[in-house]
């Protein structure tokens, strides 16, 4: 189980190194920021995933279960980071599709590049890759609290 959890933590983390990139790439840093997500929290949230992972790979050498509850730990503030990236995103993916449906009955009107220069950087993230990386990172923290907890064996 130890295994798997380290499988989907690499999964996981694939995943958000294409949303980071592709938030830093939109404008999500540049000033002015259009962003709703204010940089300590996206950073926030990559620090504190790539110390957890660090921190399980340690475990998975040492096999010392205070690793895996440390692990663990550190699960809990980035999956709360999380959700508030997800709460502050799901209002932009919806702004996006219903601009979107506007955008396709006025067929290339004017403003449409500069409404495009305005976007928030977090409206260019895939459904599929937000959805993917956050169904990996559930699973991720639910196979550690059962690596920690000794169900499965080690």
């Known amino acids: ?8 933590w690499l999964l996981t983390a694939v995943g958000g190194f294409y949303l980071l990139a592709t938030w830093i790439a939109k404008g ?3 000033t002015p920021r259009t ?22 790979i340690i475990y998975l050498i040492t096999d010392t279960t205070t690793l895996a509850w440390a692990a663990f730990a550190a699960t809990i503030p980035v999956a709360l980071l999380g959700f508030i990236m997800l709460a502050r ?13 506007g955008e396709a009955s006025t067929a290339g009107g004017p403003g449409t590049a500069s409404a495009a220069a305005q976007a928030p950087a977090e409206r260019h993230f895939p ?19 059962l690596t920690a907890l000794g169900v499965g064996g080690s």
């Open 1 to 8: 189980m130890a295994i798997a959890a380290l499988i989907t």
């Open 28 to 30: 999500g840093v540049r």
């Open 35 to 56: 962003s709703h997500f204010p940089p300590p929290l996206i950073f926030g949230h990559f620090a504190l995933a790539a110390a957890g992972l660090v921190l399980w």
């Open 89 to 101: 995103w799901i209002p932009t993916y919806r702004a996006r599709t219903t601009s979107a449906a």
């Open 127 to 145: 459904i599929a890759v937000v959805t993917g990386h956050g169904l990996f990172a559930v699973a991720t923290v639910v196979l550690v609290l």
